[in-house]
């Protein structure tokens, strides 16, 4: 199985900040990874697939890159509604993974 | 408007049985692969089953192998998860989800497993 490191686990960052989350694979995955924002009580939203490809409708302060086994999601400009929790998921091959979530919180 | 909408949720006692749905509208469900996945409360995501379009090919999670069962009815726009042997440990919202890369949602139906 692919197993899906995410990091941090939690932060603290202020609006504005340049945010950067991780996601490394522990084997290659080409570029079959997406990343989701989940608020509190909320369904979890796709705001960016195949690595980089930005969903529509999403801001464009949202961006992914990496490819194989090492991913990023950067927030260029934290706005108050960013402050979610974030997951990365790998549907490379079965069993699909997600990493265990970043927690995006206000400093 | 693309929508899913599952039900079926509720409490069961453990080693009881439910069985979820999830009502597609508003694309060609057809041509879609689906999955499932949940989330135990304040816990992160979970995948635990994928069947492909035409139902041909599945998969599930360990920690669902041998008790769960997907599938889907083409003719209805519907995917269903059968929960058999049902654990403590199943208590989640199962949500449904389009496509490998997920990229739409259900609202989520709320599995409680408890005496």
Redesign the interface.
């Given at each position: 199985d692919i197993q899906m490191t995410q990091s941090p686990s939690a932060m603290s960052a202020s609006v504005g900040d340049r945010v950067t989350i991780t996601c490394r694979a522990s084997q290659g995955i080409s570029n079959?990874l997406?990343w989701?924002q989940?608020k509190p009580g909320k369904?979890?939203?796709?705001l960016i697939?195949?690595s980089s490809s930005l969903?529509s409708g999403v801001p464009s302060r949202f961006s992914g890159s990496g490819s194989g086994t090492e991913f990023t999601l950067t927030i260029s400009s934290l706005q108050p509604e960013d402050f979610a929790t974030y997951?990365c998921?790998q549907?490379n091959s079965?069993?699909?993974?997600?990493?265990?979530?970043t927690k995006l919180e206000i400093k | 408007e693309v929508q899913l909408v599952e039900s079926g949720g509720g409490l069961v006692q453990p080693g009881g049985s439910l069985r979820l749905s999830c009502a597609a509208s508003g694309f060609t469900f057809s041509s879609y692969e689906m999955n499932w996945v949940r989330q135990a409360p304040g816990k992160g995501l979970e995948w635990i089953s994928y069947i492909s379009s035409s139902g041909s090919t599945i998969y599930y999670a360990d920690s669902v192998k041998g008790r769960f069962t997907i599938s889907r009815d083409n003719t209805q726009n519907s995917l269903y998860l059968q929960m058999n042997s049902l654990r403590a440990e199943d208590t989640a919202v199962y949500y449904c989800a389009r496509g490998g890369a997920m990229g739409c949602w259900g609202q989520g139906t709320l599995v409680t497993v408890s005496s």
């Amino acid at each position: 199985d692919i197993q899906m490191t995410q990091s941090p686990s939690a932060m603290s960052a202020s609006v504005g900040d340049r945010v950067t989350i991780t996601c490394r694979a522990s084997q290659g995955i080409s570029n079959y990874l997406a990343w989701f924002q989940q608020k509190p009580g909320k369904v979890p939203k796709r705001l960016i697939y195949a690595s980089s490809s930005l969903q529509s409708g999403v801001p464009s302060r949202f961006s992914g890159s990496g490819s194989g086994t090492e991913f990023t999601l950067t927030i260029s400009s934290l706005q108050p509604e960013d402050f979610a929790t974030y997951y990365c998921l790998q549907h490379n091959s079965y069993p699909y993974t997600f990493g265990q979530g970043t927690k995006l919180e206000i400093k | 408007e693309v929508q899913l909408v599952e039900s079926g949720g509720g409490l069961v006692q453990p080693g009881g049985s439910l069985r979820l749905s999830c009502a597609a509208s508003g694309f060609t469900f057809s041509s879609y692969e689906m999955n499932w996945v949940r989330q135990a409360p304040g816990k992160g995501l979970e995948w635990i089953s994928y069947i492909s379009s035409s139902g041909s090919t599945i998969y599930y999670a360990d920690s669902v192998k041998g008790r769960f069962t997907i599938s889907r009815d083409n003719t209805q726009n519907s995917l269903y998860l059968q929960m058999n042997s049902l654990r403590a440990e199943d208590t989640a919202v199962y949500y449904c989800a389009r496509g490998g890369a997920m990229g739409c949602w259900g609202q989520g139906t709320l599995v409680t497993v408890s005496s």
